[in-house]
């Protein structure tokens, strides 16, 4: 309860500073919908050849269509993306954010429109076999998500490191400053994919639910949210995207 209500007292502290702060955003044409992201967590939002993409991208950019709107976007921080919300500077948060009861105390989401986890990736020569094995090792983890909290509840004898950005945490096993990451799983296992060398645990930590993250003070934006998603997966443009990103027989 304790980190529950810290977590209040911290967004609304931010956002009260964000609030204050030039170029918070002012009232956008109807058929925009202003949406931010944090852009460093491949497959989910990432940057290639200067172009944001990646599957939370799609999904968004689908979503927007189906309602109309054009999509204005932000980049920001991960950690900055609840504080940023409501302070309105922008109407919607897309970044790999899990629904947690901590962060629906502040925000709203849609429905969850995919499903993840908590994975923990180490180097493919580590000694690390189980989730157990962690316990007196170093972990990374991006400061601002649900990493940082669970490592802390349930495994109160791991050396956490707290970086800022997703591929840091990355670095930091690679180069042997820390054991393990504990990271979302779609982003582990792109790493994998993509750099040999290192490998994810068998056993997930946790199971999750990605949402949008909307203002609670805006139910109608919500209900549009999840009216238009519902729409893009009756008509099977939510499912090329999944199967785009994650395989022919991801669902």
Same mark, same amino acid.
């Given at each position: 309860?304790?980190?529950?209500?810290?977590?209040?007292?911290?967004?609304?502290?931010?956002?009260?500073?964000?609030?204050?702060?030039?170029?918070?955003?002012?009232?956008? =044409?109807?058929d925009?919908?202003?949406?931010?992201?944090?852009?460093?967590?491949?497959?989910?939002?990432?940057?290639?050849?200067?172009?944001?993409?990646?599957?939370?991208?799609?999904?968004?950019?689908?979503?927007?269509?189906?309602?109309?709107?054009?999509?204005? /976007? &932000?980049?920001?921080?991960?950690?900055?993306?609840?504080?940023?919300?409501?302070?309105?500077?922008?109407? *919607?948060?897309?970044? =790999?954010?899990?629904i947690? !009861?901590?962060?629906?105390?502040? *925000?709203?989401?849609?429905?969850?429109?995919?499903?993840?986890?908590?994975?923990?990736?180490?180097?493919?020569?580590?000694?690390?076999k189980?989730?157990?094995?962690?316990?007196?090792?170093?972990?990374?983890?991006?400061?601002?998500?649900?990493?940082? #909290?669970?490592?802390?509840? #349930?495994?109160?004898?791991?050396?956490?490191?707290?970086?800022?950005?997703?591929?840091?945490?990355?670095?930091?096993?690679g180069? %042997?400053?820390?054991?393990?990451?504990v990271?979302?799983?779609?982003?582990?296992?792109q790493?994998?994919?993509? +750099? !040999? %060398?290192?490998?994810?645990?068998?056993?997930?930590? &946790?199971?999750?639910?990605?949402?949008?993250?909307? +203002?609670?003070?805006?139910?109608?934006?919500?209900?549009?949210?999840?009216?238009?998603?519902?729409?893009?997966?009756?008509? %099977?443009?939510?499912?090329?995207?999944?199967?785009? /990103?994650?395989?022919?027989?991801?669902?």
């Amino acid at each position: 309860m304790k980190s529950r209500k810290l977590f209040s007292i911290v967004c609304l502290t931010l956002a009260a500073t964000f609030a204050a702060m030039p170029g918070a955003a002012s009232a956008q =044409g109807q058929d925009t919908l202003q949406v931010a992201t944090d852009a460093t967590f491949p497959p989910m939002e990432f940057t290639m050849n200067g172009q944001r993409t990646g599957f939370d991208v799609d999904i968004m950019n689908a979503i927007a269509k189906a309602m109309g709107k054009n999509i204005q /976007w &932000t980049d920001i921080d991960f950690k900055g993306l609840i504080p940023g919300l409501i302070a309105h500077r922008f109407d *919607v948060a897309i970044s =790999g954010i899990y629904i947690t !009861p901590e962060r629906s105390q502040v *925000v709203d989401f849609t429905q969850s429109y995919f499903a993840g986890g908590l994975v923990a990736l180490v180097k493919a020569d580590s000694p690390i076999k189980t989730l157990a094995d962690l316990d007196g090792k170093k972990v990374s983890v991006q400061v601002g998500t649900k990493s940082v #909290n669970f490592l802390r509840d #349930n495994y109160p004898k791991v050396t956490r490191i707290e970086v800022e950005k997703n591929q840091e945490m990355f670095d930091l096993v690679g180069i %042997g400053r820390a054991d393990a990451a504990v990271t979302g799983k779609p982003a582990a296992y792109q790493f994998v994919r993509t +750099r !040999p %060398g290192f490998r994810v645990l068998d056993k997930e930590l &946790t199971t999750e639910a990605y949402g949008i993250a909307v +203002r609670k003070d805006e139910p109608q934006l919500r209900d549009a949210l999840n009216a238009a998603l519902a729409k893009i997966k009756a008509d %099977g443009t939510y499912t090329a995207i999944v199967q785009k /990103w994650f395989g022919p027989n991801a669902k």
